[in-house]
């Protein structure tokens, strides 16, 4: 008997302990039917509004009327979904004051409001999230080019520096080495001359140094006759004295400074000047130059509609550029196509032929975005360098078909981007409503549509080599495009 026990306790305690690890933590959600101790819950029923344990869980499971509950992962917010007015389960959602309500509150308080089921909602919600996973994946890929391509500039711009540097240090050597063979030439030079001048001085001072001690042995022989008290004495030896010999240097040589040397200093100082100069001109110009070596750094794209607005652009259109199809109003920010001719003058920057395009007045650089509201059947939104083909029916002439312009085509509800007479359909969101982004010297061009969400359309990444001009092309009457007031 006492082994049977002990049989049976050992089967009760390997069968307790999974039981204990199945218990509900603190961390963890309860079992809302577990009686005692709660074991862990493995689901949540949003119809129930309860926690279910793995046992508990089978009635959902196997009953044939609760297999149509909604089961989700355990959750400690399912009292969230009652309705505290009400007191029932939240299933609609009102859209006039964008919150989950119960089926009573949208009968009552929010009589009259636009609502919906809160699925219809999610499922709408779940697809602009799916819009704006996409935007942010397509950026991602976008960034992580970026980074490789830094990666490769980075190494470019150390192995250009690195050239630079030794370049320049062998120049500058060089100009130093030059430099310290001039002063050695010059020194050499003072050098020389100071010998022949010492020279020339030295045998003019013995000459001078010989005269005056023969001008002093006169000087005492005439002091001699003069002091002789004699008359007839003094008239006898007068004749007798030998005449006083010329000068053998001038006054000016005594007197004239010796300034060879200074003028050479000054000769070097003017070429120091110069030198300064020079290398003062250079330096702000090598200055600008390496300041102007730069790697590009793109700045963030915006995001929300108001961080586009920032960069807003006021376009006008160009009535010399407009094709003879087209009529503009609204101060030439709307154009229309038309079946009569306007009658335009003729002009060399109009489009002719069959092409209803027309460009806009104003250039555009640096970082800018504007918007066109777009109406009818085909309208394109474009942007182009302005040595576009403007005559006759070439294709040349149409947007997105040629290197030289870009162009986002709206059909009714569907779009599709040219460029080079390559085209590439374009999904997103239908809206009247087009915003164009344009960064210049990051060359990035992007199309969006515009409503509650900047829903990104077509980006291009390249480089522009000259300003662009935004456009439109206008085709079939009724057609319509307007540029819009953003300030």
């Given at each position: 008997?006492?082994?049977?026990?002990?049989?049976?306790?050992?089967?009760?305690?390997?069968?307790?302990?999974?039981?204990?690890?199945?218990?509900?933590?603190?961390?963890?959600?309860?079992?809302?039917?577990?009686?005692?101790?709660?074991?862990?819950?493995?689901?949540?029923?949003?119809?129930?509004?309860?926690?279910?344990?793995?046992?508990?869980?089978?009635?959902?499971?196997?009953?044939?009327?609760?297999?149509?509950?909604?089961?989700?992962?355990?959750?400690?917010?399912?009292?969230?979904?009652?309705?505290?007015?009400?007191?029932?389960?939240?299933?609609?959602?009102?859209?006039?004051?964008?919150?989950?309500?119960?089926?009573?509150?949208?009968?009552?308080?929010?009589?009259?409001?636009?609502?919906?089921?809160?699925?219809?909602?999610?499922?709408?919600?779940?697809?602009?999230?799916?819009?704006?996973?996409?935007?942010?994946?397509?950026?991602?890929?976008?960034?992580?080019?970026?980074?490789k391509l830094l990666q490769q500039e980075e190494e470019a711009v150390n192995g250009s520096?690195?050239?630079?540097?030794?370049?320049?240090?062998?120049?500058?050597?060089?100009?130093?080495?030059?430099?310290?063979?001039?002063?050695?030439?010059?020194?050499?030079?003072?050098?020389?001359?100071?010998?022949?001048?010492?020279?020339?001085?030295?045998?003019?001072?013995?000459?001078?140094?010989?005269?005056?001690?023969?001008?002093?042995?006169?000087?005492?022989?005439?002091?001699?006759?003069?002091?002789?008290?004699?008359?007839?004495?003094?008239?006898?030896?007068?004749?007798?004295?030998?005449?006083?010999?010329?000068?053998?240097?001038?006054?000016?040589?005594?007197?004239?400074?010796?300034?060879?040397?200074?003028?050479?200093?000054?000769?070097?100082?003017?070429?120091?000047?110069?030198?300064?100069?020079?290398?003062?001109?250079?330096?702000?110009?090598?200055?600008?130059?390496?300041?102007?070596?730069?790697?590009?750094?793109?700045?963030?794209?915006?995001?929300?509609?108001?961080?586009?607005?920032k960069y807003s652009q006021e376009i006008t259109l160009d009535p010399n550029t407009a094709?003879?199809?087209?009529?503009?109003?609204?101060?030439?920010?709307?154009?229309?196509?038309?079946?009569?001719?306007?009658?335009?003058?003729?002009?060399?920057?109009?489009?002719?032929?069959?092409?209803?395009?027309?460009?806009?007045?104003?250039?555009?650089?640096?970082?800018?975005?504007?918007?066109?509201?777009?109406?009818?059947?085909?309208?394109?939104?474009?942007?182009?360098?302005?040595?576009?083909?403007?005559?006759?029916?070439?294709?040349?002439?149409?947007?997105?078909?040629?290197?030289?312009?870009?162009?986002?085509?709206?059909?009714?509800?569907?779009?599709?981007?040219?460029?080079?007479?390559?085209?590439?359909?374009?999904?997103?969101?239908?809206?009247?409503?087009?915003?164009?982004?344009?960064?210049?010297?990051?060359?990035?061009?992007?199309?969006?549509?515009?409503?509650?969400?900047?829903?990104?359309?077509?980006?291009?990444?390249?480089?522009?080599?000259?300003?662009?001009?935004?456009?439109?092309?206008?085709h079939r009457s009724g057609s319509r495009a307007e540029f819009c007031k953003l300030k």
């Amino acid at each position: 008997m006492l082994a049977d026990l002990l049989e049976e306790l050992k089967k009760t305690g390997l069968q307790a302990a999974p039981a204990d690890h199945c218990s509900a933590g603190p961390e963890d959600v309860a079992c809302d039917v577990c009686t005692g101790r709660k074991l862990k819950a493995l689901k949540s029923c949003l119809n129930c509004l309860a926690s279910y344990c793995e046992k508990h869980l089978q009635h959902h499971l196997q009953s044939a009327a609760l297999k149509k509950h909604k089961l989700v992962e355990p959750s400690e917010k399912l009292q969230e979904n009652i309705c505290s007015r009400q007191d029932e389960v939240i299933k609609m959602f009102c859209c006039t004051d964008q919150q989950c309500i119960c089926y009573l509150c949208s009968v009552e308080e929010h009589k009259g409001h636009d609502t919906v089921s809160a699925a219809a909602e999610r499922t709408e919600r779940q697809r602009e999230l799916g819009l704006r996973r996409q935007t942010i994946q397509q950026r991602v890929q976008d960034t992580e080019k970026d980074v490789k391509l830094l990666q490769q500039e980075e190494e470019a711009v150390n192995g250009s520096a690195d050239k630079a540097v030794e370049d320049s240090e062998e120049i500058f050597t060089e100009l130093i080495r030059l430099l310290e063979k001039r002063s050695s030439d010059v020194k050499q030079q003072i050098r020389s001359q100071q010998e022949t001048e010492v020279s020339r001085v030295r045998e003019l001072q013995e000459r001078l140094e010989q005269e005056i001690t023969e001008l002093k042995r006169k000087d005492q022989e005439l002091k001699q006759l003069s002091d002789t008290e004699d008359h007839n004495q003094f008239l006898h030896n007068y004749p007798s004295l030998s005449p006083l010999s010329g000068s053998t240097h001038s006054s000016s040589t005594r007197i004239r400074p010796l300034r060879n040397f200074e003028d050479v200093t000054a000769a070097v100082s003017q070429v120091e000047w110069q030198l300064q100069d020079i290398l003062s001109e250079t330096e702000t110009e090598i200055l600008q130059i390496v300041s102007q070596v730069d790697v590009l750094l793109r700045e963030p794209e915006p995001e929300t509609r108001a961080d586009f607005l920032k960069y807003s652009q006021e376009i006008t259109l160009d009535p010399n550029t407009a094709n003879k199809y087209l009529l503009l109003s609204e101060g030439n920010r709307k154009v229309a196509c038309m079946i009569e001719d306007q009658s335009y003058s003729d002009h060399p920057d109009r489009f002719t032929g069959w092409w209803p395009r027309v460009l806009s007045r104003e250039s555009l650089t640096g970082r800018c975005y504007w918007e066109v509201e777009v109406g009818g059947r085909e309208v394109q939104v474009a942007v182009t360098y302005k040595n576009i083909s403007r005559a006759g029916d070439s294709n040349e002439s149409g947007f997105g078909h040629n290197d030289k312009s870009w162009s986002l085509g709206c059909y009714g509800n569907i779009y599709d981007f040219c460029y080079n007479t390559i085209w590439s359909q374009v999904f997103g969101p239908v809206s009247s409503r087009i915003g164009v982004y344009l960064d210049h010297r990051a060359g990035v061009l992007s199309f969006y549509s515009v409503s509650d969400y900047m829903t990104l359309l077509h980006r291009v990444q390249t480089t522009f080599t000259q300003p662009l001009y935004a456009g439109v092309g206008v085709h079939r009457s009724g057609s319509r495009a307007e540029f819009c007031k953003l300030k």
